[in-house]
């Protein structure tokens, strides 16, 4: 009896185990670890204390995300401190598998006095696109963003409606596919913040 105790225990244990990490033949174990870690950042940013209700926590940031009003919002929540922490908990290499640099102009980039601003753009060549690539080949709904986000080479308007439109259709305890998420909204924040900044 206390063996089949002890087996059922084992069982829940990596049950708990694998839903609570990355599985993904395109970055290294000590990577997924960084990636995790991301992941728990931005939650821990939008989501309220101790939530695993993770649909809710992130319809409420999409609610959020689409209303102008709370702009503020963002500027207080993802703030330097966030950044650095993010890029810090990455490292460089890591961080630019998954985005690279790029200048934004806020209005026409060919008159001289268009205000700019440097953020980041998802990378399409690095592994965060094959890690979307391999995702995607299991879940339906990632398929029709990483199709579109391939297409487009970034991350277009049609995708960020989609995405938010759609929350339902992606399987939230698949933390690759919250990972995902993560990615898509701490970039779309990062460039509309800069260009908030834009001089």
Known sequence: MKLHYAIVLMFLLASCQTSSSIKSDVFTQEETVKLNTVIDLF??????EGTKDYEQCYTTFGERFFDTKKNSYFEETFTQTFQERLSEELGEDL?????YYTTVYKGQKSKPETPKATTIEVNTIERYAQFL???AAEHES?????ERFQRG?????NMVANANQNLNEFDLNDKRIRLILAVHYITLIDQALDLQKAS
């Open 153 to 157: 080479g970034s991350i277009s308007p």
């Open 133 to 135: 690539q391999e995702v």
């Open 142 to 146: 990632v398929e029709s963003y990483e």
């Open 43 to 48: 939650e821990s940013t939008i989501c309220q």
């Open 95 to 99: 961080f630019e598998e998954i985005w």
